[in-house]
């Protein structure tokens, strides 16, 4: 008989979470495993929120956004005892094998659990972009054309008015959302962890902007790094552009997944169900160079943060 999987998702939801469940639980199935689902994240794994689940679950589910077994931010998990408490739910049924789709949080919560003997996969399902065990992030790609689709809708109201705009995007500590938005929507300026900005350059940007009678003027700013209406009161003051700040928020996480979100998570997923049945160990799934490819999952974890030189370089000669 083949082994019992347990699938669950954790952290912020992430549009093609579903897509991803969909293609592990098909895949076991495939493959002969006995495949389950856990509720609402590591909190419902130690709740026992557990069940077994055939191909019906899957149906009409890959195209739905957010996730189906729901998630759960879990600070509690970091305490080793609650921690057993999950294993020993996984025990009363036999599970010794789970994926986990998430971010860098669910991956520690996976790191935890492999320390007490459970085999896990981490898939990459968030919208920042920020696990260094893929290339891309299941999710990046819905909400990089959400916030493309906002800032587009807010250009119109900039030009119409000749107003500038400070919009705020998502990404934790990550610039990767504000850096592809910044160079899909051509801003005018990106202030992003990997890419800062002086206040005084910034403000001499836009002044210059606004003496050429450009019609609008948008900067895009990573989340978590400072107060956007702080900014927009002072590139007021400092360049008589009248400026106003938008934080696009939640919005972005929302919305059906991109067909590129579906297609990667089915990738991830079926890879994730093969590696359990080829019996490795503890791995972090992702696409690198374009390839399907896994690492192990504790080093996925400390490994550097490489900015993207190109990107930065591209918006750097195409914003000027
Ligand atoms: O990790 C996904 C994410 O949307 C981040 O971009 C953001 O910083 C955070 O989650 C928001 O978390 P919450 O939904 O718990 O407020």
Request: aromatic share 4%; hydrophobic share 35%.
């Amino acid at each position: 008989m083949g082994k019992k999987i347990a699938v669950f998702t954790s952290g912020g939801d992430a549009p093609g979470m579903n897509a991803t469940l969909r293609a592990a639980i098909r895949a076991g199935l495939h493959y002969g495993n006995e495949m389950y689902v856990i509720y609402d994240g590591l909190e419902g794994l130690v709740g026992g929120e557990i069940e077994k689940v055939d191909k019906l679950f899957t149906s009409g589910i890959i195209n739905k956004g957010g996730t189906v077994i729901r998630t759960a931010r879990f600070p509690e998990f970091t305490d080793v005892e609650i921690q057993k408490k999950g294993v020993e739910q996984l025990h009363k049924l036999g599970i010794n094998d789970i994926i986990g789709i998430g971010g860098d949080g669910s991956y520690h919560g996976l790191l935890a659990l492999s320390k007490l003997g459970v085999n896990v996969m981490g898939l990459p399902g968030t919208i920042d972009n920020d696990l260094q065990s893929s290339d891309e992030t299941i999710g990046f790609n819905t909400t990089l054309e959400t916030i493309c689709d906002c800032v587009e809708k807010l250009k119109d109201t900039a030009s119409s008015h000749q107003r500038c705009f400070v919009i705020e995007v998502m990404g934790r500590y990550c610039g990767d959302l504000a850096l592809y938005a910044s160079i899909a929507e051509g801003a005018e300026a990106t202030v992003t962890y990997d890419k800062k900005m002086p206040e005084e350059e910034l403000f001499a940007k836009i002044k210059h902007i606004k003496e050429t009678r450009k019609s609008h003027c948008l900067v895009i700013v990573s989340e978590n790094l400072l107060d956007v209406n702080e900014l927009a009161r002072k590139i007021q003051e400092n360049t008589g552009y009248e400026t106003k700040a938008q934080v696009l928020g939640h919005l972005q996480r929302g919305g059906n997944p991109s067909a590129a979100d579906r297609i990667l998570g089915a990738r991830l997923g079926v890879r994730a169900v093969e590696l359990i049945n080829e019996g490795a160990q503890n791995r972090a799934v992702g696409v690198l160079n374009g390839a399907v490819s896994d690492m192990d999952l504790e080093e996925s974890l400390n490994k550097p943060r490489v900015p993207n030189e190109e990107y930065i370089k591209l918006l750097d000669i195409l914003s000027e």
